[in-house]
């Protein structure tokens, strides 16, 4: 199977940064794509940015030109930087990765999350 694990939360001020990883290892075949997620209480999982293998990226509204995602295949990992950041950015960060094992077809695997806090 497909384990992830992420790194780089924490408490942070408005308009500070932060830098997330997030690392897959195990019995990997493929990964088509990786990116972030977050959940703020009381509010529905949604998806902050993602990349594919071919570089394509996308990025939720409410974190273009603040927020760039970025992927190491080599390493099978993914960052997410994070500046100018906000309250409203307040959530857990989960990473997420469609990927293929070797011995399981595409299935989509996910972090433990991570908190990330903005505030003063």
């Known amino acids: 199977q497909v384990q992830l694990v992420e790194s780089g939360g924490g408490l942070v001020q408005p308009g500070g940064s932060l830098r997330l990883s997030c690392a897959a290892s195990?019995?990997?075949?493929?990964?088509?794509?990786m990116g972030w997620y977050r959940q703020a209480p009381g509010k529905q999982r949604e998806l902050v940015a993602a990349v594919t293998s071919a570089g394509n990226t996308n990025y939720a509204d409410s974190v273009k030109g603040r927020f760039t995602i970025s992927r190491d295949n080599a390493k099978n990992t993914v960052y997410l930087q994070m500046n100018s950041l906000k309250p409203e950015d307040t959530a857990v960060y989960y990473c997420?990765?469609?990927?293929?094992?070797?011995?399981?077809?595409?299935?989509?695997?996910w972090g433990q999350g991570t908190q990330v806090t903005v505030s003063s």
């Open positions: 195990g019995s990997i075949f493929s990964i088509n794509a």
């Open positions: 997420n990765a469609a990927a293929s094992s070797v011995t399981y077809r595409e299935s989509h695997y």
